[in-house]
Nanobody, 123 residues
Framework: QVHLVESGGGLAQPGGSLRLSCAASGFTFSSYALSWARQPPGKGLEWVSGITSEGDTYYTDSVKGRFTISRDNAKNELYLQMNSLKPEDTALYLC?????????????????WGQGTQVTVSS
């Protein structure tokens, strides 16, 4: 059975940092591209960052230079280091897996999703 379990969310002050983790099981983790997506309160799902099976990384413009995605295939874990957090980063953050790293924004192509971890940025 496939599981993607996010952790590391919480309350942070503007300018602060959080590190999200996503623990995966039940599928060949190293063969999949992986994404972080987020859903702000009352809004739709937004793609944040992706990493291919080869380790190439991609970011939406609003987080470039502040967020860093990484993966550890030995541990079957995905990470998102979030620095210089802003109130507009407040959202439910989800990790997801897909086979084609060229299809980041096509939600229907994602094979597996986690339940999400809440990030709130507020003073």
């Amino acid at each position: 059975q496939v599981h993607l379990v996010e952790s590391g969310g919480g309350l942070a002050q503007p300018g602060g940092s959080l590190r999200l983790s996503c623990a995966a099981s039940g599928f060949t983790f190293s063969s999949y591209a992986l994404s972080w997506a987020r859903q702000p309160p009352g809004k739709g799902l937004e793609w944040v960052s992706g990493i291919t099976s080869e380790g190439d990384t991609y970011y939406t413009d609003s987080v470039k230079g502040r967020f860093t995605i990484s993966r550890d295939n030995a541990k079957n874990e995905l990470y998102l280091q979030m620095n210089s957090l802003k109130p507009e980063d407040t959202a439910l953050y989800l990790c997801a897996a897909l086979r084609d790293g060229n299809s980041w924004h096509q939600w229907v192509l994602y094979d597996y999703w986690g339940q999400g971890t809440q990030v709130t940025v507020s003073s």
